[in-house]
């Protein structure tokens, strides 16, 4: 019996992007903290989308040089673990962590052709009330959730981000793969909790309980608690265009509500993010 052909994934490396990487290659590829990316890229097939996640690497680290801002790469983290980059900005010291969301089994599962007029089209359906709940944006979200706070967290011990010593940290999530880049009610849901959703039309539940992201203390997912101690930003990242210098404005912030006292010291710390101007959800009007 002749296998069926998988099913065709929203995931995909687009020419665009493609174009992106060539021009970040060509302005700081002989950077040193570049060269390790780019080596890794060359060793695992070039410009090709199984290198995405070091794409993502490359351009961010593209944007901060834009910014006059050069970076170290894979700096000392929690143990033995390392930390994407660590910087320097209006004074403060910053460690990033870099996360591309990859399409969960459920999202794949959800994943249908259509035919119409001799024509393929490709549809997900992720709906609420159906025979798999994970094949919901309430099941998505939960995955999401757990897939931050695990970086947190490895064998029972505290993993990447040390404890906060005089700067700030940040992971910045690339979510083209949630919920087709979500929306400003998804990362509220991620980070917060569904009672911080200012639309009771766009709350999810689980099981008919609000769904608690990863800085709400109810929250007891692995990694959930190191995170809310040693995390101040989460940075979510919603980039399709790929715009020289346009990096920083595709990002949207939502600060740890436990790691400042005051609105005001958490618009004082993300004020000193390097690539301004930025968008703090949680401290909108």
């Known amino acids: 019996m002749m296998a069926l052909p998988p099913k065709p994934m929203f995931d995909i490396f687009t020419g665009t992007e493609a174009e992106a990487v060539e021009r970040a290659k060509k302005a700081i590829g002989d950077r040193e903290w570049a060269k390790p990316i780019l080596a890794d890229v060359d060793a695992n097939g070039g410009l090709v989308g199984t290198n995405m996640d070091k794409f993502f690497e490359l351009r961010f680290g593209h944007a901060l040089e834009t910014a006059g801002v050069s970076p170290r790469y894979e700096v000392a983290g929690e143990g033995e673990s390392t930390l994407d980059f660590g910087l320097i900005s209006k004074g403060k010291p910053w460690l990033v962590e870099l996360m591309r969301l990859n399409d969960t089994q459920a999202a794949k599962s959800a994943t249908i052709e259509l035919e119409e007029d001799g024509m393929t089209f490709i549809k997900r359906v ?12 309430e099941g998505e979200t939960l995955k999401t959730i757990q897939r931050i706070c695990q970086k947190f967290e490895n064998n029972g011990k505290a993993h990447k981000f040390p404890m906060p ?5 940040t ?13 400003v009610y998804d990362r509220i849901h991620i980070a917060l909790a569904t009672e911080n959703c200012p639309e009771p039309a766009f709350r999810f539940y689980w099981d008919k309980q609000p769904i608690t992201g990863v800085f709400d203390r109810r929250t007891k997912m692995k990694g959930a608690a190191e995170a ?16 020289e210098g346009r990096f920083g404005s595709k990002i949207d912030f939502i600060g740890n509500p436990h790691l400042f006292e005051t609105s005001e010291l958490m618009n004082a710390a993300i004020a000193t993010w390097p690539l301004q101007p930025v968008r703090l959800i949680n401290n909108l009007p």
């Open 171 to 183: 992971l910045l999530v690339d979510m083209r793969n949630h919920l087709n880049g979500g929306d």
């Open 126 to 137: 992720l709906a609420s009330g159906g025979d798999d709940p994970r094949q919901s944006q």
């Open 165 to 169: 010593e005089g700067g700030y940290h």
């Open 228 to 243: 809310r101690a040693r995390l101040h930003f989460l940075g979510f990242v919603n980039d399709r265009e790929y715009q």
